[in-house]
């Protein structure tokens, strides 16, 4: 069964970091690209982030280009999100997603890790 | 960056009857490259269709997706109870994606 299961979430205060971890199973990991998107309480869905299977290229919305990095560890199946001076506006559900292996759709998703900037 | 504009925002409707969803893009996309996901309260987005008009695996053949260029349709056939959710497309293009803000199907 395929399983992507976010960790890392939580309360930061405003201009903060905090590191979102992703570990898939299930699947062979690293044959798959990967994405991060978020979704702000009562919005719709923003693309944050992509990478490629073999960490190149990687890509980033404009929002949060400069501010976070996304990783992946194909040894330990496990994707990041390196989030720095984080704002309000980054408060979200932060999902954790599998491009499919032929084509650009995101074909399965994580059930999100909830990022809160706050002071 | 290409913008995604969903129309309409809320569509009300009743079981059994037709759902047609419209999604334009602010410049022509590759058709390869759109996609439609269903969410419904409290869970994550799911793959309805891709690259247009293809359907992801298990989802019933009461949705379709057509459209090319800049315009772009999900339609439900007749509704059941369980479609009633918010539905986003999405494209991808010049090394980014972007979703539509979504219409909610009530």
């Known amino acids: 069964e395929v399983q992507l299961e976010e960790s890392g979430g939580g309360v930061v205060l405003p201009g903060g970091s905090l590191r979102l971890s992703c570990t898939a199973s299930g699947f062979n990991f690293r044959i798959y690209n990967m994405n991060w998107v978020r979704q702000a309480p009562g919005k719709g869905l923003e693309w944050v982030s992509y990478i490629s299977r073999s960490s190149s290229p990687m890509y980033y919305s404009d929002s949060v280009k400069g501010r976070f990095t996304i990783s992946r560890d194909n040894v330990k199946n496990s994707l990041y999100l390196q989030m720095n001076s984080l704002t309000a506006g980054d408060t979200a559900v932060y999902y954790c997603v599998r491009q499919a292996s032929a084509g650009t759709e995101f074909d399965f998703w994580g059930q999100g890790a909830l990022v809160t900037v706050s002071s | 960056e290409i913008v995604l504009t969903q129309s309409p925002g809320t569509l009300s409707l009743s079981p059994g009857e037709r759902a047609t969803l419209s999604c334009r893009a602010s410049q022509i996309v590759s058709s390869t490259y759109v996609a439609w996901y269903q969410q419904k309260p409290g869970q994550a987005p799911r793959l309805l269709i891709y690259a247009a008009s293809s359907r992801a695996i298990g989802i019933p053949d009461r949705f379709s997706g057509s459209g090319s260029g800049t315009d772009f349709t999900l339609t439900i056939s007749r509704l059941e109870p369980e479609d009633f959710a918010v539905y986003y497309c999405?494209?991808?293009?010049?090394?980014?994606?972007?979703f539509g803000q979504g219409t909610k199907l009530e």
């Open positions: 999405q494209q991808f293009g010049r090394s980014a994606y972007s």
